[in-house]
């Protein structure tokens, strides 16, 4: 039967053959096939080969960094993996190149019929264009990808192409590459052309050996393939060009539209920022009892603490306690103990800090927009008040600029413009960069000294975010393991050490008797908890994303006092007005002032910028979330669960639901308008 099917297909002459010879004449029909295809088409053949060394490239590079980098994504533990574990997921690299492949072999036969018209050799020179402008993108796919991976501790996905698009300049894009980099996005077009000049014999050749890999691959994927009880993150063996296709499918094709019920919009603007239905406040009059008034104006310091997270600071399980100088600090201020931020990410948690507003409950930024003119602190502040920002860090990607810019804070000092020495961590993946954190805040003190009262002194520390440079023995409360957690517990103890500094300064100088000091985290910090890929702050809103530590010290005006009740972000500005006695509507902030003996609302919000809505009972501890991208909520109750170990039926909480659906609808809407109103006042020109 054998015989004849392959007589039928004329693999070979009639008669009968053994099975070894039937293999061997198959073999050799495929090499001749093979062979013709290869000189036919030698474009498409090119393409062919430097996507498989492309993919094969990056495998290779994402191999030795797994197991040789000091810093993995994810935690990723290489005692546990073998490197054929990795090699395992080669059939993805493979169907990236089959499936490009064969879509430019089914648009090269499309074109086919144009072979005799004049004007054939555009199409066919257009076609090659094509080629390598896809390797090139190709390329940027698994730079940035990579990039991130070790960098970032996430892949490139959607939201990461949705916060470039919508918070980052193309210019600062750019810096984020290195030479090496843009090198790298090269090489496939080089080595395009390169093949291209290549003899046929050696083109065949090249084509042979790639169906020898491709076995040998295909052989990896079935010996080592193997399911494991505790998955790592999909961002480190997928190929980066199906894990973005699948995520960008994910979120605009399948991922329901997101409507807003006609029924819960507020479509009418009010005075007011907040909705004025009773469903978000008690029905109290709340009494605010103010510290004593001064006859002198106040400085005030904002020590914003980046990335760090409240169940961090004062942990002594494994190690010393990280922060005992804030610790202390924190008997002597008012503690906001059960404080949160009012999003995931930095932009919006910052507005949120200097505006007492709550961000767009959607993934673009307010405060980067140019428009924005909602008042800050700072226009809130006399015109004597001199004010100014420090930070190691490169600003521009995290910092709402045009907010603060156009509120009047203009003196900032940053990544680009300070001339101090810089931390960086090279590999093979990228480049972390920032300056020196111990010089930074020494910088930042010798311009408090300079500083002319009454002042504003912002400082944003760097030195808890990814990668979390080691600055040496001196700064170590645990040795290196290898873990991200162990190098952030290290720099959380730098970082109370700079704390202290400044300090210490404001007390010798006798700053500190006229100087209130906020002492703010901007957002919290995962490292696995509830799902292997959480960590950094913005994949998820559990609460080890969204607690941060919050004090306020001023003996004089804030007398020593831990609030057990929670509070965000949008509650400082308002708190600070109150004691500096600065008059101010409250209807136009998000936030209460902390010195009334009970806060009137129902809830606190914030925004998950994996697209999540979130709001808290601050009575009931209940906290009702629901995910924008996926259409489904749930809920935990924090007394009976703190760690948000089992989730509730959304449906148990129909009115929370309802109030955060409410809310939302109307903020984004509010906010809008009531910048919009403001900027008419500010272009109406006086009557001549």
């Not at 990808?145 to 949705?162: N, Y």
């Amino acid at each position: 039967m054998l015989g004849e099917r392959v007589r039928v297909r004329g693999l070979i002459p009639s008669g009968r053959r053994s099975s070894p010879q039937v293999r061997k004449i198959i073999f050799k029909k495929f090499l001749a096939l093979f062979t013709k295809i290869v000189s036919e088409d030698k474009s498409l053949f090119t393409f062919f080969i430097c996507l498989f060394l492309l993919v094969l490239a990056y495998r290779a590079e994402l191999i030795i960094g797994l197991f040789t980098n000091p810093l993995k994504p994810f935690d990723f533990n290489p005692k546990n993996y073998t490197p054929g574990w990795i090699l395992s997921h080669i059939p993805q690299d493979l169907s990236v190149i089959l499936g490009l492949s064969i879509i430019f072999w089914l648009l090269s036969k499309a074109m086919s019929p144009l072979k005799n018209k004049g004007w054939f050799l555009i199409f066919k020179i257009f076609g090659i264009l094509i080629l390598n402008i896809t390797l090139i993108a190709l390329s940027v796919i698994h730079v940035a990808h990579t990039q991130l991976l070790f960098s970032a501790q996430t892949g490139l996905d959607h939201s990461m192409l949705m916060e470039v698009f919508l918070n980052v300049s193309f210019e600062e894009l750019m810096k984020f590459g290195g030479f090496r980099e843009f090198l790298f996005l090269l090489i496939p077009v080089g080595l395009f052309w390169f093949i291209w000049i290549l003899p046929l014999w050696f083109r065949i050749k090249m084509a042979k050996a790639s169906i020898f890999f491709i076995i040998i691959l295909s052989i990896c994927f079935i010996s080592f393939s193997e399911k494991r009880e505790n998955p790592i993150p999909k961002e480190i063996y997928e190929n980066p060009v199906t894990f973005l296709l699948s995520d960008l499918i994910e979120n605009i094709f399948l991922s329901p539209s997101i409507k807003q019920d006609s029924k819960k919009i507020v479509n009418e603007y009010r005075l007011s920022i907040n909705p004025s239905e009773e469903m978000f406040s008690h029905p109290v009059k709340p009494l605010k009892f103010l510290s004593i008034k001064t006859p002198h104006q106040w400085n005030i310091i904002f020590l914003i603490m980046e990335s760090v997270g409240s169940r961090y600071i004062f942990d002594t399980s494994n190690q010393r306690m990280p922060m005992p100088f804030l610790y202390n600090l924190s008997k002597e201020a008012w503690y906001l103990k059960r404080h949160f931020t009012t999003s995931n990410i930095s932009t919006k948690a910052i507005f949120s800090l200097m505006s007492g507003l709550y961000d767009f409950f959607n993934q673009e930024t307010f405060g980067l927009r140019s428009d924005a003119r909602v008042p800050s602190l700072i226009n809130f502040l006399s015109e004597t008040h001199e004010s100014f920002l420090v930070t190691p860090s490169p600003i521009n990607w995290y910092f709402p600029l045009s907010f603060v810019k156009n509120s009047g804070l203009l003196e900032m000092h940053h990544f680009e413009n300070l001339n101090l020495k810089k931390r960086e961590e090279l590999h093979s993946f990228g480049r972390y960069v920032g300056r020196d954190e111990i010089q930074t805040v020494d910088f930042f003190i010798k311009r408090l000294k300079k500083a002319k009262e009454p002042f504003l002194a912002i400082y944003i520390s760097f030195v808890a975010h990814l990668p979390y440079f080691d600055y040496g023995a001196d700064y170590r409360i645990m040795e290196e393991d290898g873990r991200a957690i162990t190098r952030y517990y290290n720099n959380l103890y730098l970082l109370d050490n700079m704390i202290k500094l400044i300090y210490e300064h404001l007390k010798q100088s006798g700053l500190l008797e006229r100087t209130i000091l906020v002492v703010v985290g901007d957002h919290g910090q995962a490292f696995g908890q509830h799902h292997p890929d959480n960590y950094m702050h913005h994949r998820y809103s559990y609460n080890e994303n969204l607690e941060t530590p919050a004090l306020i010290y001023q003996p004089i005006l804030f007398k020593p006092k831990t609030f057990e009740i929670p509070t965000t972000h949008v509650d400082l500005l308002p708190t600070i007005l109150d004691a500096m006695r600065i008059p101010y509507d409250p209807l136009l902030f998000n936030g209460e002032s902390l010195f009334y003996h009970r806060l009137k609302r129902r809830y606190i919000f914030f925004y998950g910028y994996e697209k999540t809505i979130s709001s808290l009972d601050t009575q009931n501890l209940i906290k009702v979330q629901y995910s924008l991208k996926k259409r489904k909520g749930w809920a935990f109750d924090l007394r009976a669960d703190p760690e948000e170990k089992v989730p509730l039926d959304i449906s148990l909480f129909p009115k929370q639901m309802e109030a955060l659906f409410r809310f939302v609808n109307h903020h984004d809407l509010a906010l809008v308008k009531y910048n919009e109103g403001l900027n008419l006042l500010k272009d109406k020109k006086p009557p001549s």
